[in-house]
């Protein structure tokens, strides 16, 4: 059983930057790929980011390019995800998610999740 556990989120106003972090223990994580999602209130869950389990491949909801990074360090079992340039749209839930086969955009493929961190832009 994997147990991710989001940090990092918070109050910010729009054009600041936050860095989220997601610790994962309980598996072998560097084995794993890992995405980033955010559910704003009234809204379906929707994809950020997502990188393999090696790093070598990244990939961005048109939405966040450009203004969002998304990292990981395997020696500390974490993945990260920089946000720039925040807009007040950006407020939202942010969940990290992990699969040890899936890499991609579609939530319900991704087998073990987080609880969440608030991340607010105000405007």
């Known amino acids: 059983q994997v147990q991710l556990v989001e940090s990092g989120g918070g109050l910010v106003q729009a054009g600041g930057s936050l860095r989220l972090s997601c610790a994962a223990s309980?598996?072998?994580?560097?084995?794993?790929?890992m995405g980033w999602f955010r559910q704003a209130p009234g809204k379906e869950r929707e994809f950020v980011a997502a990188?393999?389990?090696?790093?070598?491949?990244?990939y961005y909801a048109d939405s966040v390019k450009g203004r969002f990074t998304i990292s990981r360090d395997n020696a500390k079992n974490t993945v990260y995800l920089k946000m720039d340039g925040l807009k007040a749209e950006d407020t939202a839930l942010y969940y990290c998610?992990?699969?040890?086969?899936?890499?991609?955009?579609?939530?319900?493929?991704?087998?073990?999740w987080g609880q969440g961190t608030q991340v607010t832009v105000s405007s």
């Open positions: 309980g598996g072998t994580f560097s084995s794993y790929n």
């Open positions: 998610a992990a699969d040890r086969t899936y890499y991609g955009y579609r939530p319900g493929h991704y087998d073990w």
């Open positions: 990188i393999s389990w090696s790093a070598g491949n990244t």
